[in-house]
DNA sequence: ACCTGAACACCGTTCAAGT
DNA sequence: ACCTGAACACCGTTCAAGT
């Protein structure tokens, strides 16, 4: 093991995983996914940024260890729900779009890393173990949970990225009508306020919703 | 406009956006993502990477513009298909795939940008008509249109991090069924099979006919 | 009009050397 | 053992100056 460890001898460091992770988040939260960089995360720790590649191998590292931060607790959305075995994945892919929310670029991070920690790989169980109770052989609720995740962060992705489009970005609501009712798109128009519809709330719902009634007519 | 031309005069441009566009789609699937600089691009156009910036505002300009031309003729697999409307939508999610799988990191590019091109746009519309055609109210569709596009996304893009997944990664299947099987998961073990499946294809399927399940039944 | 050359303000990562 | 200082090999972007 050559992790650090402080056995009796020399300064208490003044770095540890804990601690670099939670002002990692909060930079991430204050400045967004761009503007964290390993430079920038040691400046708030008030240490040289060679210092953070003793308890982080790489910033992809550190990147997965905050994803597998961020899902800490997100499994135990199953347990305080009664309801049946549906209303406990919803209850789950909810707890994962909010937990995924909670951070600035939040879903980003998600996406990019691939975590094996204990929070993820619990949360994983924890869908499998609803969807096998209720009947579900293993192969076919591995595949529905990968539905359900990637369903959810492809969603909260497209949310959060809506979330920060400000005027005249490349997301920007009013220049997205003003293209498509400029151009030919008839169907588009007509969906228009759907489409640039901030409530995304009930667009989770919507989709969450489908793939649920898709699971129970397959039951 | 002071977008390059020329009218008779001067030299003609070693650079244009379709040509760079060309060059910046084979450096990515030669190289990935990650390895796509501008300087690098220039290098590849025998230019100087300040060059570049006369065609693209910026490097999130180019890739924006290589998501809308991986999009190039999707929106054509809902005409080659002669099904029902959900078997057009299903065409049109497939074709969406494939396109992202085209290319090295495709679904990265895709969702790392926000192109209101006519390719997407064109492809936007046309899922929508195939909806409403079928009777389904505009808002609907468009909630649906969604749902769909998010799903392939966040499903295109596991499956290409699982793809380049080398030995011992971070998408590392027997890593990943290693530490299921050493750890408390009873029903991941359970699920093993078909949770390091690398038939994505199959994947996919299932969460497509889920999401059309779900729309039949809601129709 | 189009591109070069050079600069500006950064990056992630490594590693000898200090304490 | 833990961190500094300094370097290495890069980035995206800007812009005066050349042709």
Redesign the interface.
Known sequence: MSSPSNPGRGRPPRLDRARTLRTALDLLDRSGLDALTMRRLADAMEVQAGALYRYFATK?DLL?AMAERMMDGVADAAGTCDGDWSEQLAALARAMRTALLAHRDGARVF?G????G?NI??F???A??VM?AAGFP??????????V???????T??EQ?ALQ?EDGG??DPD??AD??TA?A????T??L???TSTDFT??FE??L???????R??R
Chains 1, 2 share one sequence.
Do not use: I
Request: charged fraction near 15%.
């Open positions: 992809q997965t996406a890393t691939h975590s094996t204990e790989l619990g994983a169980d924890t499998m173990g096998r293993g192969d076919d609720a591995a595949r529905a949970l990968y539905t995740a990637n369903f959810t962060v492809g969603h992705l497209e990225a489009a490349p997301a220049a997205l293209t498509v151009g798109y008839p169907h588009l007509a969906g306020p759907a489409l009930r667009l919507f989709g919703d489908l793939l649920l009634e898709g699971l007519s397959r």
